[in-house]
């Protein structure tokens, strides 16, 4: 191989520059170091151009002009325009799996690593000049890039980092140290800042044959929002898990783990979850941000029948209220404005949850820890011991707990918590399944408050539509005068991702357990017996409330049939719920 020529031979054989401004460079470039070329530049005896030129010539790399030049902005879109600009950067053109890369200094191979890094591609650098590439990122890329994505590496900071494992072999200090490339480090933050912004409840990191596929449950669906080459799928995982104290050299057995982190200087606590699959681990986060504000009762949307019920059963000296629901339902939202709602300077609230995601001033919160030996089980047993008015226990899971907040209410503590049940009266039902006794059950639950969250139609584009006959059929409207309906849905706009859908509302029945209910609960009638005392005498249903918001514009039938259990459904076949919601609306204000 010809050994290359250098820079200043090809200058000077060029007649770019003369032999007393090479010699001057030459000294200065003693004194002080740097590129000869540059200083060259900065003396003003040699243009960039042609020094760029020269490069070219010596590197055996092409030139680019980038006055003229279109470049796709999802190419752009790959980096940051603050690292482009850092490292005076411009992909220029793909194909297939090779960048060409315009570059001020080709033979900075850290950023060429970098980028085939972070692209999973092959970098055919090119030569260029630094002051037109400043030009062109400033121009084309941090006019559409804005800062929020161009500084995303800033955007996160740890808050506490956590302590790895020492690298037991060669191959886990590989993992290791490419997991902490700057390059990766800047993809995960994006990751995790994308989805925050979006108001991502959970990202899902899947690996799949041919790519990793990236998604974001938002109001309670999972969204496609981007994939990534395999190739990187090792050190992105590997990056979060060391963020969440997990072990990294091991991707065969489920993990879990917690990181606490800072995104615009607001505290977010990400709560991981791996598991092996086929195409290798996947990776849940769930995020939970713990700068948002708590919500009253009044901001729940409850009608204003549900809210006085609710109310009430919260107002009674003793007794168990349940939230029951499904996950990702808004029970906890639902407990903490309870706890708002009771709080005061007179009662002494104790709080048992898996996570602490909103402060209450006034009330001793307890995070539980199973691997301290801090149970639901073992912390409300020790709550009890400590003079509480009021306990909110996060969820009911086991007999035990079931058993011992039966027996805590009856001795004067009010007790809030929840369930996985799909309407209030199987609520009851699953008191029994624990093996609770009738008479215990009915004496200690005062209600039980069943919701469902439904997408709401977006505002920006709403139409007016016709739903599907087998849709009106499913609510029984063929027994109304659909000529007096109206039916709106989204039809897809640009504020609502083309969805239809932005944000989500609430649905709810409230169950109080008095009278007819309470005497079939002693009696151990059936659910259906149950559901039809508490309908006559006059709890709003799922459904019916559903159907209001239907008839609000709020949300739309489909949608309805999505989240409400099935039996719920059926059995109001029989119903007047056209009665019900003329009520509703006569008690309601306009929306």
Sequence with gaps: MAKRKKIGYILLAAGLVDRKQMEDALRKQAVSGGRLGDILVEMGALSEE??????????????????????????????????????RVIPVSREGNNIRL????????????????????????????????????????????????????????????????????????????????????????????????????????EPRQENVCIRHRIDGLLRTVTTLPPQVHG???????????????????????RAEVKMEGRETELRMATLPTLHGEKMVIGIQQTHRNLKKLEDLNM?????????????????????????????????????????????????????????????????????????????????????????????T???ETAEMICHASLTGQKILSTLHTHNAVSAITQMSDFGISPYLLASSVAGVAAKRLVQQNCP????????????????????????????????????????????????????SIEGAVKDLIIGRASEEEMMTAARNAGMVTMEENGLYLVIRKLTTPEELLRVIPYENIIETKKEDWKEKIRLLFETQPDS
Excluded: W
């Design 50 to 87: 042609n020094l760029a030129r020269a490069l070219s010539k010596q590197l055996g790399l092409p030139y680019m002009k980038l006055d003229k030049i279109s470049v796709p902005q999802d190419l752009l879109g790959l980096l940051s325009g603050k690292f482009l600009l850092k490292n």
């Design 303 to 395: 009608t204003d029948g549900n809210l006085s019920l609710y109310r009430s059963l919260l107002s009674r000296p003793q007794g168990i209220v349940l939230i029951t629901g499904p996950s990702d339902s808004g029970k906890l939202t639902t407990l903490y404005a309870s706890l708002l709602f009771l709080h005061s300077e007179s009662v002494n609230i104790v709080t048992l949850e898996e996570f602490v995601k909103y402060r209450i001033s006034g009330a001793n919160q307890v995070q539980i820890s199973e691997k301290s030996g801090l149970t639901f089980l073992s912390g409300l047993r020790t709550a009890i011991r400590h003079d509480p008015d009021i306990i909110m226990l996060e969820k």
């Design 235 to 257: 050190v992105i995982l590997s990056r979060l898990k060391m963020m969440a104290g997990m072990d990294i050299s091991q991707c065969h057995t489920p993990q879990e783990g």
């Design 460 to 511: 920006h584009c709403l139409e007016e539509y016709v739903p599907d006959p087998h849709i009106l059929a499913a609510f029984h409207f063929e027994s109304a005068s659909l000529s007096e309906l109206s039916f709106y849905r989204g039809q897809g706009c640009k504020a609502c991702n083309f969805s239809g859908y932005s944000g989500r509302i609430a649905i709810y029945e409230v169950l």
């Design 102 to 205: 315009a570059m001020a200094n080709p033979l900075d191979h850290s950023t060429i690593n970098d980028i085939e890094f972070i692209t999973a591609s092959s970098v055919q650098p090119m030569v260029t000049t630094p002051s037109s590439v400043e030009r062109f990122i400033r121009k084309y890329v941090l006019k559409t890039d804005g800062e929020s994505s161009a500084q995303v590496s800033e955007e996160i900071e740890s808050k506490k980092p956590q302590e790895e494992e020492t690298p037991k072999n060669s191959n886990t200090r590989r993992i290791k140290n490419a997991a902490e490339t700057h390059s990766v480090v800047k993809t995960v933050n994006k990751l995790i800042f994308d989805a925050s912004k979006v108001g991502a409840v959970n990202i899902h990191i």
């Design 397 to 399: 899971e086991t007999p």
